[in-house]
């Protein structure tokens, strides 16, 4: 079964992504897959999948922007920051704890600012992921790191639970998030759930159960061919990357390679032939994607091919 393109899988709470990853190969029968966007194994929602050429093009899709729900507990602290790990710190949850305390505390995260990334993560060290190092029982203290939140909602408060809503960018740890503000509370904290809602332009309500996903790996026909109806095509995915119809020479061109003369543009924003513009979208007549490329003075250099 020929599969390229992009896989939105609504992850389960409990396995890694990397055990997505191996499920989806099962399935789609290809070791052509990656994912972008750790989700941690209590986490669920939206992990977008890259198949077969798909992945030589995950790095180019607009991921960067993240919507979350998470629901934070207060009066415990773990080493991984969530229900998952192990007790460090126990603190009384304060009894003047409402819903307007809680926001006015929430809204001074609001905005750019340095955060410390969970012990417990993928970030690496060394070539090792720190989650590895922290198992291990060795001293992990990742650097702090710039952050956006572009915005907090909190929803609910009862029980010292509190229910959140957010919206932040690239490189932020919701993880992190509840413990910063379980300790700006003047208590301790740590997160009992948490959904990725949507990554980039992509929504959890658009993804594949992952229950489809561990028919498909078992074998069943009719999931695996659910599963290859639900990618997404690169030329859609990719719809934000500039791209260019070359002639058939100009094809011949980039599936070798070679340098791209600008004369074999036949169609297309004259943008994107702006020096320095990458990635490119090159495109046969047909609409079939040939290869991400660059822009350079001389004409166009293939940064990616695909396959035909």
Do not use: W
Not at 45 to 58: I, N, P, R, T
Not at 201 to 208: C, K, L, N, R, T
Not at 283 to 303: I, K, N, S
């Amino acid at each position: 079964m020929s599969a390229h393109g992009f896989l939105l899988v609504d992850k389960a709470s409990g396995p890694t992504s990397h055990d997505v990853v191996a499920r989806a190969r099962r399935a789609l029968a290809t070791r052509e897959v990656g994912h972008a966007g750790t989700l941690d194994p209590l986490a669920t929602g939206v992990l977008v999948l890259g198949v077969g050429e798909g992945l030589k093009a995950l790095r180019y899709l607009t991921l960067d922007d993240k919507r979350y729900e998470a629901t934070l507990q207060l009066g415990v602290e773990t080493d991984t920051l969530d229900s998952a790990g192990r007790p460090v710190a126990h603190a009384p949850v304060p009894l003047e704890l409402d819903l307007a305390a809680v926001e006015r505390v929430a809204a001074e995260f609001v905005g750019e600012r340095d955060q410390t990334p969970p012990a417990f993560s993928a970030l690496k060290s060394e070539g090792v992921p720190h989650h590895v190092r922290a198992r291990r029982g060795e001293v992990v203290d990742p650097p702090p790191r710039r952050v956006v939140l572009h915005a907090l909602d909190v929803r609910a408060v009862a029980n010292g639970a509190i229910e959140l809503a957010l919206h932040c960018g690239t490189g932020f740890y919701v993880r992190s998030l509840g413990r910063d503000l379980a300790r700006a509370l003047g208590s301790v904290g740590h997160l009992t759930a948490l959904r990725r809602t949507q990554s980039g332009a992509y929504p959890a309500s658009e993804a594949v159960a992952q229950s489809v996903l561990e028919a498909g790996a078992r074998g069943d026909t009719g999931a695996r061919a659910q599963l290859v109806a639900a990618l997404l095509p690169i030329r859609r995915a990719l719809s934000h990357v500039p791209g260019l119809t070359l002639d058939d020479a100009g094809v011949a061109h980039a599936r070798h390679g070679r340098p791209i003369p600008p004369q074999h543009v036949v169609a297309g924003s004259a943008d994107a032939l702006t020096p320095g513009t990458e990635p490119v979208l090159l495109l046969a007549a047909d609409g079939t994607p040939v290869a991400l490329a660059r822009a350079e003075a001389d004409g166009l250099r293939v940064v990616r091919g695909f396959r035909s």
